[in-house]
C-alpha cells in the first residue's frame, strides 16, 4: 500500500536553526512518536527501529534511515528508511522530502512530502486506517518538533542512541484512527 | 406429477422439519473442531506477509525452544519427502509449503506443532524467515506484458499464461456482427468474493503406527474424492485411509479443494504418531483458501431493430492467482461458463476465456454455484438490460421476444449444451405479476418527474447443474457419478448412505423424504449417514448442486430395485403371482382384492425371517447413477429499490424470486435454500470484495472489512414458484440450492443502474457501495 502525505506548518524559529535541527536525523528521530535510532553506520545512514500498534496488531519495524540528498544550500533534505518487522509480518519504506522557506515574519516554513509504502499485516487494516495513523504521527511529530526545536541550544548532536523515546500510546492512536474514520475529508489534508 | 404420500410416510412435497435441526438447535453438532482424541497437538501456519517474495532463510530455533513445541516443519523438510508441491484439482500443483519463494500474502511458510494451541500460535511469531521482496504483480490486465514479473518459475511454460478456452463459431458469429442493425455491450467484472463459511477449515489428522491407518476428520464436501487424493500424493494405501466428514459449518465449494493445513496436519501424524488438529482462524481462511469469481467480462449482442437477439459474443479474462486451483471438471477449465447464452435464442454464439496466474490466493471455486454459472448469468442478464436501454424498450417486453420457446425442449443452445426443460416465460409472468410490474413502472415515470431514484431490476436466468455426465464429466479423472446404499432392516427401519456430504443442505430429511416416497417407509424411520469413506458408498461430494440430480437420483434407483424385491416376496407372502400386485406407498395388494396386502415393514421382516427359496436374504441396494445429462433450473427475480440521493444507499423494498426447480422433495428447505442464497447474492452486489492494493496486501480479509449480511441489511424476500420437471431425473428434480446466488445479483444490479439510467448510467460493478453511487450521483450533478 503506497501512500503520499504532505504537511506543511511553521515555526517561529529562523531558518539556519531549524535547518540545523532538520538535518540532522538523531534530533528529528527524537521527534517521531515510537522511533529509536540506535546505531550510527556511517555519515548518512542510521540503523533503528519503530514500534507501531493498531488494534490487535503490534508491528516492530527495525532497520535503517539514509539521508540520500543534502542540499544546504536551498535547505532541503531527502531521506529513505527502510525497516522489517522483527516477527516477519511485513515492511515499510518511507521517502521523506523536508524543505524549509524563510518567511517575512522571521519565522520558518517546514513543508514535508513522505511517500510511504507497507507491505504486509499492518497493510491489510486498508488505507482508511493507514492513512489516520500516519495523520496522528505527523501531528504528533509536529508538536515535538516545536517544542524540541524550542529547547535545542544548537549546540553538539545530542549522542546516539540517548535520547528518551516517547512510545506511541496505542490505545489512544487506536481511538484517534477510528474518530478520524468518521470525520470529513477536509481535515485528512494538511 | 409425483403422488403424495400420506403426512404419516412424508414422502416429496411434505414440508417435514429437519431431523437434523434437532441437534443443531441444542449446539449438540459434531464439528471438527469438536473432535478430541487422547494425545493430540495442534498446529499453526506461519504465513508470508508478501505477495511475492523470494525466501532467503528460515530460521526455526528460537520456534522450537518454546516450551511444548513438537516439530517446526518447512518447505525444504517436505521437499525430502517430495510433499513440498501437491497437484491441485486443475491439472496445476500448488506449493504446500512455500519453497524458493512465495507467491501471495499469506501463503503457508511453515508449520509449527505444540501441544497446545497458545504454544503453537506463539511459537510461529518466532519462525525468523528472511525474505527479499519481488516486484508484484496485481492486475490480470498486465499479467502477460512482456515486463510482467515471471510468477511461476517452476513451468516450462515462461509467461503467466494458464489456458486459453473457446467455445462456439468465432467466424460465423463475427459475420452476424457486421450486419447487426443494433448492437450493446457491457465490460463487467465480477470481482473477488469468498463464500466465508460460517466454519472454517480445519482437520484433525490421526495415523495408527499401531495399525498403519490414517483417520482423517475434515472440513470436506467431497470426503471420497480427498481420500483418493491423499492416497495418490501421499503413498499410503487407499484402504488405509478413513476420511470423515462430521457436521460441516457451510461449505459454499469453500470446503471443496485440499489446503495445505490439511496436508500438513498429516504429515506431522505420521511423522508424530499423535493426532494433530489444525483449525483455520476466520482471517485465514478469507485470505488463503478457495476465493470465487474474479472475472473480468466482456459481453456484445447484436439484434434486429425489434429487439430479436441474432448472436452473442463473450471474452473473459480469469484471474485465478498464483495457482491454478480452481476445482472444476477436467475438461472445462472455465467450467460451465458456456452457459453464457441464458435463457435466449440466438443464431451464433461465441465465448472465449483467457486464464492468467497473479499474486493473489489460488482458486477459483464454485461458490455457491455450479462452476461459474455465476458469472455467466450475471453476464448475460446484465447485457440484455444494456440491449434494452440501446433499443429504448422494456427490459422485460425484450427478454420475452427473446426466451427459448416452452415447446422447444429439449434444446440444444448455440453453445452446445442441450437444456432438458423450461418455461421462461411462465416464471417471468407469475414474477411480474405477483410484484405489480406494470404500475411499478408508473411509480417510477413519476418519481422520476420528482426527480426520485426507483429502479426495478429483472434477472431471468438459466442454470445448468447435477455434473455429470460421464461421457463429459471427470475430476482428476473420477468420473462424476454418484451413489446411495440403502438397507432395510429386519423391523422395517432403513439406513441410507450417499457418496454426497450435507454441509447444511438438510441431506438427512430430503433423502429420507425420497426413501419414503419410493417405498413408504416414514421419513422419521430412515436414517441417513454421509461422510464417512469406511461406511458410505464412492461419489463426488456435494457442490455444484448435484446431490439431488446424482445421490437424489441413486437413491430414488437403488430404492426401486429394493422394491422390486419385495414385489417378489410380497408375491411369495401373498401366494400369487408378481404380475397381481400392484403398489401404493408402503404396501403391495392383489389387484383387485385390495385387504390381501403386505407392507413393507411385513416384506423386510420376511426377507430375514421367510426368505423365498431361490431369494437372498436381505433386502438392500446401491446404485452408481450416471446422469444421461445436465438439469437446467430457472427462474426470474424481480427486485425494486430506491436510492438515497444523499447518501448513496440503495435501500431494495421489494424482492420477488420465482424458482422453477422441477420437483420439489421439501418446499420448506427449498424456500430456506432460496431465502439463504437471495442473502448471498445481497452481499455480493452490494457489500463484498476480496480487494488486493497495488502491493499485493489483502484489503478483505477480515470481516472488519469483508461485510456479512444480518438481519438488518437483508429485505423481506418474497418466493414463489413455477415447475416444470426435468424429463430425464428419476423423480423430476432438478436441484435448487444454487439458483438464488446465481440468478440474484443481476437483478440487484439491474434495478440499481435501471434507477440511474435516465441519466446515462449503463453499468455499475458490484459491489454497489452508497460510496460508489455517490460519486455518481455527483457525476450526473443529481446529489441531494
Known amino acids: 500500500m503506497a501512500l503520499k502525505i504532505e504537511k506543511t506548518f511553521e515555526v517561529p524559529e529562523p531558518i539556519e536553526k531549524v535547518w540545523a535541527f532538520l538535518s540532522d536525523p538523531r534530533k528529528v528521530a527524537t521527534c517521531v512518536p515510537g522511533v529509536q535510532i540506535t546505531d550510527q553506520v556511517d555519515e548518512k545512514t542510521y540503523k533503528g527501529a519503530i514500534k507501531v500498534k493498531v488494534g490487535p496488531s503490534v508491528t516492530d519495524y527495525n532497520g535503517e534511515a539514509q539521508i540520500i540528498r543534502l542540499d544546504t544550500e536551498n535547505h532541503e533534505i531527502e531521506i529513505l528508511g527502510k525497516g522489517q518487522d522483527v516477527r516477519g509480518r511485513g515492511s515499510a519504506s518511507m521517502k521523506m522530502t523536508g524543505k524549509l522557506r524563510a518567511l517575512e515574519s522571521g519565522g520558518t516554513e517546514v513543508k514535508s512530502e513522505s511517500e510511504i509504502t507497507v507491505v504486509g499485516i499492518l497493510a491489510q487494516m486498508g488505507s482508511r486506517v493507514i492513512a489516520e495513523v500516519s495523520n496522528i504521527m505527523f501531528g504528533e511529530f509536529t508538536k515535538n518538533f516545536q517544542a524540541r526545536l524550542k529547547e535545542a541550544s544548537g549546540d553538539a548532536a545530542a549522542p546516539v542512541g540517548a535520547a528518551e523515546v516517547a512510545p506511541i500510546k496505542a490505545t489512544s492512536l487506536a481511538w484517534e484512527a477510528t474518530k478520524g474514520l468518521f470525520r470529513g475529508k477536509s481535515e485528512s489534508g494538511s | ?784
Open chain 2, 1 to 784: 406429477m409425483i403422488h403424495k404420500t400420506s403426512p404419516e410416510i412424508g414422502g416429496m412435497g411434505h414440508s417435514i422439519k429437519r431431523k437434523e435441526d434437532l441437534r443443531f438447535i441444542q449446539g449438540k453438532g459434531n464439528y471438527v473442531d469438536d473432535v478430541h482424541l487422547p494425545g493430540m497437538v495442534y498446529g499453526q501456519l506461519v504465513r508470508s506477509p508478501y505477495a511475492h517474495a523470494r525466501l532467503k532463510s528460515i530460521n526455526t530455533e528460537k520456534a522450537k525452544a518454546v516450551p511444548g513445541v513438537l516439530a517446526v516443519i518447512t518447505g525444504e523438510d517436505l521437499a525430502k519427502a517430495n510433499l513440498a508441491w501437491m497437484p491441485t484439482l486443475s491439472y496445476d500443483k500448488q506449493m504446500v509449503l512455500a519453497t524458493g519463494k512465495v507467491l501471495f500474502q499469506s501463503q503457508e511458510v511453515a508449520f509449527v506443532v505444540a501441544e497446545d494451541r497458545y504454544a503453537a500460535a506463539d511459537a510461529a511469531e518466532l519462525v525468523e524467515v528472511e525474505y527479499e521482496e519481488l516486484p508484484v504483480l496485481v492486475d490480470p490486465h498486465k499479467a502477460l506484458d512482456a515486463d510482467a514479473p515471471l510468477l511461476r518459475e517452476d513451468r516450462e511454460q515462461k509467461n503467466n499464461h494458464i489456458f486459453h478456452w473457446e467455445v462456439g463459431d468465432r467466424k460465423a458469429t463475427e459475420q452476424v456482427f457486421q450486419k447487426a442493425p443494433v448492437k450493446a455491450s457491457v465490460n463487467a467484472f465480477f470481482p473477488r468474493c469468498h463464500p466465508a463459511p460460517l466454519e472454517t477449515c480445519g482437520c484433525v489428522a490421526d495415523f495408527s503406527r499401531a495399525t498403519g491407518r490414517l483417520t482423517v476428520y475434515m472440513t470436506s464436501q467431497a470426503p471420497h474424492a480427498h481420500r483418493t487424493v491423499f492416497a495418490l500424493v501421499g503413498g499410503i494405501p487407499e484402504n488405509n485411509i478413513r476420511v470423515i466428514s462430521p457436521d460441516i459449518g457451510g461449505g459454499f465449494g469453500n470446503k471443496v479443494p485440499v489446503y495445505p493445513g490439511y496436508v500438513c496436519a498429516i504429515v506431522a501424524s505420521l511423522t508424530l504418531g499423535v493426532p494433530v488438529k489444525w483449525i483455520e482462524t476466520r482471517s485465514e481462511n478469507l485470505q488463503s483458501t478457495g476465493f470465487a469469481r474474479d472475472y473480468h467480462m466482456t459481453a456484445e449482442i447484436a439484434a434486429d431493430r425489434d429487439g430479436k437477439m441474432q448472436a452473442l459474443r463473450v471474452k473473459t479474462l480469469a484471474d485465478h492467482g498464483a495457482f491454478n486451483a480452481a476445482a472444476q471438471p477436467t475438461k472445462f477449465p472455465a467450467g460451465l461458463f458456456s452457459i453464457c447464452t441464458g435463457s435466449y435464442e440466438y443464431a451464433q454464439a461465441f465465448c472465449e476465456v483467457d486464464g492468467v496466474y497473479t499474486n493473489k490466493a489460488p482458486g477459483g471455486i464454485a461458490y455457491r454455484c455450479s462452476f461459474r454459472v455465476t458469472e455467466a448469468a450475471y453476464l448475460i442478464e446484465r447485457v440484455v438490460d444494456v440491449l434494452a436501454l440501446e433499443l429504448k424498450m422494456d427490459p422485460a417486453e425484450l427478454r420475452r421476444r427473446n426466451f427459448i420457446p416452452a415447446e422447444k425442449f429439449p434444446y440444444k443452445s448455440s453453445l452446445g449444451w442441450t437444456y432438458d426443460s423450461g418455461n421462461y416465460e411462465a416464471a417471468m409472468n407469475l414474477a411480474l405479476e405477483k410484484i405489480g410490474y406494470q404500475q411499478l413502472r408508473k411509480e417510477q415515470a413519476e418519481k422520476r418527474k420528482k426527480g426520485e431514484l426507483m429502479g426495478i431490476g429483472i434477472s431471468s436466468f438459466t442454470e445448468i447443474v447435477g455434473a455429470g455426465p460421464a461421457h463429459t464429466f471427470d475430476i482428476l479423472g473420477i468420473k462424476m457419478f454418484d451413489s446411495c446404499e440403502i438397507r432395510i432392516h429386519p423391523t422395517g427401519k432403513a439406513m441410507a448412505r450417499m457418496g454426497t456430504k450435507s454441509q447444511g443442505q438438510g441431506h438427512e430429511t430430503t433423502y429420507a423424504q425420497i426413501v419414503a416416497q419410493e417405498l413408504g417407509i416414514p421419513a422419521a424411520d430412515v436414517t441417513i449417514e454421509e461422510g464417512d469413506t469406511d461406511t458410505a458408498p464412492y461419489g463426488l461430494g456435494t457442490y455444484a448442486s448435484r446431490s439431488t440430480p446424482t445421490s437424489g437420483a441413486a437413491t430414488a434407483i437403488a430404492a426401486r430395485k429394493i422394491r422390486d424385491k419385495a414385489k417378489k416376496i410380497a408375491a411369495y407372502l401373498l401366494e400369487c403371482n408378481e404380475n397381481d400386485l400392484e403398489w401404493e406407498p408402503g404396501k403391495f395388494f392383489v389387484k383387485g382384492a385390495p385387504s390381501k396386502a403386505k407392507t413393507i415393514q411385513d416384506i423386510a421382516f420376511a426377507a430375514y425371517t421367510n426368505i423365498p427359496p431361490g431369494l437372498e436374504a436381505g433386502l438392500e441396494a446401491v446404485d452408481y447413477y450416471d446422469p444421461p445429462n445436465l438439469t437446467f433450473p430457472f427462474g426470474t427475480y424481480v427486485c425494486v429499490v430506491d436510492i438515497d440521493k444523499g447518501t448513496g444507499e440503495v435501500k431494495v423494498r421489494r424482492f420477488v424470486a420465482v424458482d422453477d426447480c422441477g420437483n420439489i422433495i421439501n418446499p420448506m428447505i427449498v424456500e430456506g435454500q432460496i431465502h439463504g442464497g437471495l442473502t448471498e447474492g445481497l452481499a455480493i452486489a452490494f457489500m463484498q470484495q476480496i480487494d488486493y492494493d497495488e502491493s499485493g496486501n489483502i484489503q478483505g480479509g477480515s470481516f472488519q472489512d469483508y461485510l456479512l449480511p444480518t438481519a438488518v441489511e437483508t429485505p423481506h424476500w418474497e418466493t414463489d414458484k413455477t415447475c416444470t420437471p426435468s424429463p430425464h431425473h428419476p423423480f423430476g428434480a432438478k436441484g435448487v440450492g444454487e439458483s438464488p446466488n446465481v440468478g440474484s445479483p443481476a437483478a440487484f444490479v439491474n434495478a440499481v443502474v435501471d434507477a440511474l439510467s435516465h441519466l446515462g448510467v449503463k453499468h455499475i460493478d458490484m459491489p454497489i457501495t452508497p460510496w460508489k453511487v455517490w460519486k455518481v450521483l455527483q457525476e450526473k450533478g443529481v446529489a441531494a
